[in-house]
Structure formats: structure tokens, C-alpha cells
């Protein structure tokens, strides 16, 4: 029981709707934020949860299919937020993200140099 699931984790075949039907039970009417890959959720299952009183709302910044359909209920739901792909942007993203490119382009030139966020398989192995 959870009055609010988060989820954060990246879109794999081993995530592939790992939070479906099951897990909307368990949650006990709470809220799901979903904030990291649409394809973690299984949507079909979350609409029916949602229009069910399963879940009492859903924060969405993701979907299965991007950008999300125009004949989506999710779209008339009123317990549903839905943003813009943005959940990540702060004000420092750029500067952040530029960092972390810098640190890459120097690993991929030079083997002493270690990655940061590296995804190997599906499988985040940082170096450093």
C-alpha cells in the first residue's frame, strides 16, 4: 500500500509493462507518477484502473506511444496530469547535460577518461 507510486526507472524489454493491473491493486486508490518511460506502464491497464476508482489519479509525463494520441482517454480524464516530456528540465540542464557530453567525448578519445552514465545493454555501468 502506497498513497503515491513514483516511477523513474528506464524503458527496457525487462521494464516493459512491469507496472500494469497487478500493481494499480496493490496500490490501494493512490496516486502513479510516471516520470521515466512510458512503456514501463501498461496503459491499457492504467486507463481501467483509473476509470475503475482503482487509482485516484495519475501525474503523467510519459507515454507508450509519444507524443500521446489525440483519442487517448487519458486526455479527458479528470484525475489525470498530464505534462510534456519536461519532468527532467531545471534551470541547469543544459549546463549539466554539456558537462556530462564534455566528460563523454573525452572518454570516447581517450581510454583513462571514464564515462558518466553509461548504458551498456540496457544496463546503466558508469566508470567512474
Known sequence: MADILVITMPGSV???HVIGAAQFAA???GWLINVGRGGV???AALIS???????LGAGLDVFEVEPLPADSPLWDMPNVVIT???AGDTPRYGERLA???R???R???DEKTPWVNRVVDGVRRDES
Open 84 to 86: 510534456p516530456h519536461t
Open 99 to 101: 558537462k556530462i557530453f
Open 41 to 43: 506502464v501498461d496503459e
Open 49 to 55: 484502473a483509473l476509470t475503475e476508482g482503482e487509482l
Open 103 to 105: 566528460q563523454n567525448l
Open 14 to 16: 525487462e521494464t516493459t
Open 107 to 109: 572518454a570516447f578519445h
Open 27 to 29: 496500490l490501494g486508490a
